[in-house]
C-alpha cells in the first residue's frame, strides 16, 4: 500500500512518518514536499502515486483570522482539484479539528473543507474518513504555538513562569495514541467521520503541576520520578524531548572519596525497572537502535566512551566523550538513535538503567545507525 502524508515535517506528521517507516515495512511512503502545493502539476503527480492520503497541511496561525481561513481554503481546493485530475479512487483521511463547532474561523475553514472533500471523493468513487482531532501533544511540538503543553515544557526548562490563563479542564491526546488510531482507519476504514477520542482529561494546573515535578525530581535531584499512568509516562518523556541535550550531557555523577576509592550513586527512581551492565573492548560500538517509549540511561563507571546521539529524520548526531574516572551518564530521549564506542585502550565498563524489564514481544527498539 502507498501512503502520502501532507504535512511530513509537521508535529502529527513526523511521527506518523517515523511511525510507519519503522513499524509498517508492508506499506510504502510516498514522498511530499511542501512546494507541491505551489506547483498544480506536481501536486497531482503525488496524489497519483498514492493509494492512501493523510492530509495532515494545514495553517492555523497568520497576521489575521482572514488570512487562516483563507489560506486553509486554498490548500484544499488546490488538493480537490489535483484529485479530481488524478481521478483519485483510493482512501483520503483528512484531519479536521474539534473545533469545528466553535466560532473560530479555523474550525469553519476545517468544516467547510471536510464537507468539499467527502463531497469529492464520494463524487471519485473513493473512500473518505474525515478525522475530528483535539489537543494533541508530545514530544518535538513546537512551542508558543497550539499545545500548552509544549509552551510549559520549554518555559518551565528555560527557567520562566507558564502563565495559566484559564484552569480549565482540557482533553488531550498523545500523538503517538493519534498514530495508531490513523493507522487502524488506514487498515481498516469504518465511517466517514471519526471523532478520535481523546486520552484524558484534566486540569491546565494539574498538568503544570506535573511538569514542576518532573523537574525538581529528574532535573533537580536526579531521580526518575514517579510515573503511575501511561499519561504522566508520556508527559514525562515530552518533558524530556525539550531538553538542550547538546549542554547538558555527560551529566557528572557525585563522587564520594576515601582512603578505599569512591562511591557514587548512579540513579534515585520511584518507578523500579532494570539494571544491567556491559563490558566493551576497545575500537567496539554497541548500540545503534532507538526507542519509542523507554527512558533509558547509560552511566559509564570504567574506561573510556563516546556517545552518539541522532534524532531520527534527522541528520546532526550530538557526541559526548566519558571517563570512567570521573563517572557521568547520559540519558536517551526517545526518537533518538544512540550508541556507545569505547574509545580508550582497556575494557569499557557500562551501566544500564532502563524504566521497563526487556521484552522480546514488545522491545520498542528499532535499528538504525547514528
Given at each position: ?8 515535517n509537521?508535529?502529527?506528521?513526523y ?11 508492508d506499506?510504502?511512503?510516498v514522498?511530499?514536499?511542501k ?10 503527480a503525488?496524489?497519483?502515486a ?11 496561525r ?22 479530481i ?22 474550525g ?6 471536510r ?9 471519485l ?7 475530528i ?6 514530544p ?22 507558564p502563565?495559566?490563563?484559564?484552569d ?10 493519534l ?25 491546565v494546573?494539574?498538568?503544570?503541576g ?11 535531584g ?21 531538553l538542550?541535550i ?23 527512581t520511584d ?6 551492565y ?6 567496539i ?7 519509542t517509549?523507554?527512558i533509558e ?21 550530538y ?11 547520559v ?12 574509545i ?19 522491545a520498542?527498539t528499532?535499528?538504525?545507525?547514528v
Amino acid at each position: 500500500m502507498r501512503i502520502g502524508i501532507t504535512g511530513q515535517n509537521g508535529f502529527i506528521g513526523y511521527h506518523l512518518t517515523q511511525t510507519i517507516k519503522y513499524k509498517h515495512s508492508d506499506y510504502t511512503l510516498v514522498s511530499f514536499q511542501k512546494s507541491f502545493f505551489e506547483k498544480e502539476s506536481l501536486l497531482t503527480a503525488f496524489v497519483s502515486a498514492c493509494d492512501v492520503i493523510v492530509h495532515l497541511a494545514g495553517v492555523n496561525r497568520a497576521e489575521t483570522d482572514e488570512e487562516v481561513y483563507g489560506a486553509n481554503i486554498k490548500l484544499n481546493t488546490d488538493l480537490k482539484k489535483a484529485l479530481i485530475d488524478a481521478n483519485f479512487k483510493g482512501h483520503l483521511l483528512f484531519a479536521s479539528s474539534s473545533q469545528e463547532n466553535s466560532n473560530s474561523i479555523y474550525g469553519k475553514a476545517k468544516k467547510e473543507s471536510r464537507v468539499l472533500f467527502e463531497d469529492t471523493i464520494n463524487s471519485l468513487g473513493g473512500k473518505f474518513t474525515g478525522l475530528i482531532i483535539s489537543n494533541v501533544f508530545g514530544p518535538f511540538c513546537k512551542p508558543n504555538y497550539n499545545s500548552f503543553v509544549a509552551t510549559f515544557c520549554s518555559k518551565i526548562l528555560n527557567n520562566e513562569t507558564p502563565e495559566v490563563i484559564q484552569d480549565a479542564n482540557v482533553p488531550l491526546l498523545y500523538v503517538g495514541n493519534l498514530v495508531a488510531q490513523i493507522l487502524e482507519e488506514i487498515k481498516e476504514p469504518k465511517d466517514s467521520l471519526i471523532e478520535i477520542q481523546p486520552d484524558i482529561e484534566v486540569k491546565v494546573t494539574e498538568v503544570l503541576g506535573l511538569l514542576n515535578t518532573f523537574k525538581d525530581s529528574y532535573i533537580g535531584g536526579n531521580t526518575i520520578p514517579s510515573l503511575q499512568t501511561p499519561f504522566e509516562l508520556q508527559l514525562f518523556n515530552t518533558f524530556r524531548s525539550y531538553l538542550d541535550i547538546e549542554n547538558i550531557y555527560p551529566s557528572l555523577l557525585e563522587k564520594h572519596s576515601d582512603q578505599r576509592g569512591f562511591f557514587s550513586e548512579i540513579i534515585r527512581t520511584d518507578i523500579g525497572g532494570q539494571f544491567s551492565y556491559s563490558t566493551t573492548l576497545p575500537g567496539i560500538t554497541r548500540g545503534n537502535h532507538f526507542h519509542t517509549r523507554k527512558i533509558e540511561r547509560f552511566i559509564v563507571i570504567g574506561g573510556k566512551a563516546k556517545i552518539s546521539l541522532r534524532k531520527i529524520g534527522s541528520t546532526e548526531v550530538y557526541e559526548y566523550l566519558l571517563d570512567g574516572e570521573n563517572p557521568s551518564y547520559v540519558d536517551m530521549p526517545i526518537w533518538y538513535t544512540h550508541n556507545i564506542t569505547n574509545i580508550g585502550s582497556t575494557p569499557l565498563i557500562t551501566a544500564f538503567w532502563i524504566n521497563e524489564p526487556y521484552n522480546s514481544e514488545d522491545a520498542d527498539t528499532y535499528f538504525e545507525n547514528v
